[in-house]
């Protein structure tokens, strides 16, 4: 291909950065920390670099720091709010994924980028390179010739010379006279007063250049005649604060602008720690090595006897069972089991359907004699087994009368000792993290919201892949991040020690559960209720008249407005405070106060505990089960 054919690209680097902030202000990942400008900047560029594919490129940004305009007119963007903080902790990020991308960025100071994309699109065409700007911002309108072309990647729409005389009414060449007469609200250039876009392109039609207009001045009647002459002496400035310059001093030249291959080892690290799984996932997740049996998976449904007693035997043979089980519920407690999955090897395993009850369901073995047959193996110590979350699995058999034994490796556990705030600890997020793979979802196979089925009710052609993927999957992460805790001593040994048999015993206290008393706790809960009516009707009647008790702003109006206590805080709204610190201080000196905060308190104490715990307990055991997160931080 001959350089004559190239062309060279140059994104607005600053225009994509606040699009894309401004585009999903909201997006974060777990820890909290923002990265819509991120995505939003790379998913762009992801997609320019398809729809515009080039040898040459570069993304250039405005630097920090005061430019040579600002020398000239120190209110130069003086309007503009600063940059927000959520924007600005992403930066340095926008950057870092760019270069690991292989794409060159430019960050020059002193000026803006329009400037180096000015002087990098004349050095473009002086070596025979046809040039793309990709940008919204129409200061680069002035650039537009045969060899420069301005597309705004947001609207999808590219102007040439004569794309831009229609747009703006006036040719390339006469946009810096344009916007010295329209100004600029967004850099604060001053323009005539009321002249806007029409009215400066006419004039330009009808003079021919700013200067021919300034000359012609006092021919042009009316007030705007008048605000047209009252500008003429600042009118030279605007026209060059709006003039890209063009001889921007470059240690590199457009040719020197080419794509690089991209660093995926940071990528993988970038992305992983932002959190942007389908990117990751194109990468072969955070290692980057997917074993070949991610390909294609073999798995088997068991519905008859000779293929349960064929994978028993199997499974008896094993070095360690991947298990999983597929229930009703999500409460430990109280799940039943709709089917078992389990593997001993990567890319194959099984699903055994036991409870399947929607119409048209096939024909299953019957859930309590199968898990006789499966008992021996099952709570056999000597058979290691691992999963994602056994302690709820464990519980779940539990129900069943089998006892899990032979519990040796966690996945959950296992990411969690190796890197506790790396990421979530779930089998989705540590599929893709390090196995590069999107799991069915369970909303993929059962929906979600109102809509979503129970387990029992989704078909075994679509319940079959997801369960058994599910044991699959846990032993593959299991003989990724076994290894690596072997290479740290301390981490093995915490995992080992603590967190595994730990496993078990808070199955234990889950599953023992608190008998609580509910007649005693009724008849508490009727008791406060009599106390807060109490505290009402004298609340009622220190406030003169009936009112929310429980609405804040209801009282603020009686405490600060009808009876004139002094305010002592407001909120973060400015509204005066009624925390429970501020009622203490006012309780001094009115009785309302008191009564207002030993309302809250009991009104609290009622509907947490009172009413709340006897319709927690378990109606089969009579007590009330906790539920431990073992692989959860707190801070």
């Not at 002592?568 to 009564?595: C, F, N, W």
């Amino acid at each position: 291909v001959s350089i004559v054919s190239e062309k060279l690209v140059l994104v607005d680097g600053s225009s994509y950065l606040y699009r894309a902030f401004h585009a999903m202000p909201n997006l974060t990942n777990s820890q909290g920390e923002a990265t819509g400008a991120v995505y939003g900047v790379v998913n762009m560029l992801r997609r320019l670099l398809k729809e515009q594919p080039s040898t040459f490129l570069a993304v250039v940004f405005d630097a920090p720091g005061p430019t040579f305009r600002d020398e000239l007119y120190p209110q130069y963007k003086a309007n503009r709010p600063p940059m927000p903080d959520e924007l600005r902790a992403q930066v340095e990020l926008v950057h870092e994924v760019i270069q690991a991308l292989g794409l060159p960025l430019l960050c020059i100071s002193g000026v803006e980028a329009d400037d180096v994309m000015g002087t990098l699109a004349v050095a473009a065409t002086q070596q025979g390179l046809k040039t793309v700007l990709v940008s919204g911002d129409k200061d680069l309108a002035q650039l537009v010739n045969e060899n420069v072309v301005l597309m705004d990647s947001m609207k999808n729409i590219t102007y040439d010379r004569a794309g831009i005389e229609e747009k703006f009414g006036v040719p390339p060449e006469r946009m810096v006279d344009f916007l010295a007469l329209v100004g600029d609200s967004a850099d604060n250039i001053p323009g005539v007063p009321k002249v806007g876009p029409k009215t400066a392109s006419k004039w330009l039609k009808a003079f021919g250049s700013l200067d021919d207009v300034i000359l012609n001045a006092g021919s042009i009647s009316g007030k705007i005649g008048e605000n047209l002459r009252g500008a003429l002496d600042q009118l030279p400035l605007s026209r060059l604060l709006a003039t890209i310059k063009l001889d921007v001093p470059l240690e590199t030249t457009p040719q020197e602008l080419c794509l690089q291959p991209a660093d995926e080892s940071r990528l993988r690290a970038l992305y992983s720690q932002l959190e942007f799984k389908t990117w990751l996932s194109e990468l072969g997740g955070i290692q980057g090595d997917v074993p070949a049996e991610n390909a294609v998976a073999d798995y088997d449904v068991i519905l008859d006897e000779a293929s349960l007693k064929a994978w028993i035997r199997r499974l008896e043979k094993a070095d360690l069972i991947s298990i999983d089980t597929e229930t009703t519920s999500l409460d430990a407690m109280r799940a039943r089991i709709v089917g078992l999955s389990f593997t001993d090897r990567p890319g194959e395993g099984a699903y055994l359907p036991l409870a399947h009850d929607y119409p048209g369901a096939p024909s299953q073995l019957p859930l309590k004699g199968t898990l006789e047959k499966l008992r021996a193996l099952l709570e056999d110590p000597a058979r290691p087994k691992v999963g994602q979350n056994l302690k709820y699995d464990r519980s779940v058999l539990l129900n069943h009368g089998i006892e899990l034994k032979g519990i040796r490796f966690d996945t959950m556990l296992e990411s969690y000792v190796l890197d506790s705030t790396g990421s979530r600890h779930d089998l989705d997020t540590l599929a893709l993290k390090y196995l590069g793979i999107n799991p069915i979802r369970y909303e993929d196979v059962a929906g979600k919201g109102k809509g979503a089925l129970s387990f029992n009710q989704v078909p075994l052609e679509e319940a079959a892949p997801y369960a058994a993927e599910d044991a699959d999957l846990t032993l593959r992460l299991h003989q990724l991040l076994y290894p690596r805790l072997k290479e740290v001593t301390k981490q093995l040994e915490l995992l080992q020690t603590i967190e595994m048999p730990l496993l078990s015993v808070l199955s234990r206290i889950e599953r023992t559960g608190v008998r609580v008393d509910c007649e005693m706790l009724l008849k508490q809960s009727a008791e406060l209720a009599v106390r807060i009516g109490d505290l009402e009707q004298q609340a009622h009647a220190l406030a003169g008249h009936p009112f929310n008790m429980a609405s804040p702003r209801q009282i603020q109006e009686i405490l600060y407005q009808q009876l004139q206590l002094p305010v002592i805080r407001k909120t973060p709204k400015g509204q005066p405070s009624t925390s429970e610190s501020v009622l203490q201080e006012l309780a001094d000196q009115h009785d309302l106060p008191r009564l207002i905060l030993e309302h809250r308190a009991l009104s609290k104490l009622r509907s947490t505990y009172t009413d709340k715990l006897p319709a927690l307990v378990n109606p089969d055991t009579g007590r009330v089960h906790t539920s431990y997160h073992q692989a959860s931080v707190a801070t």
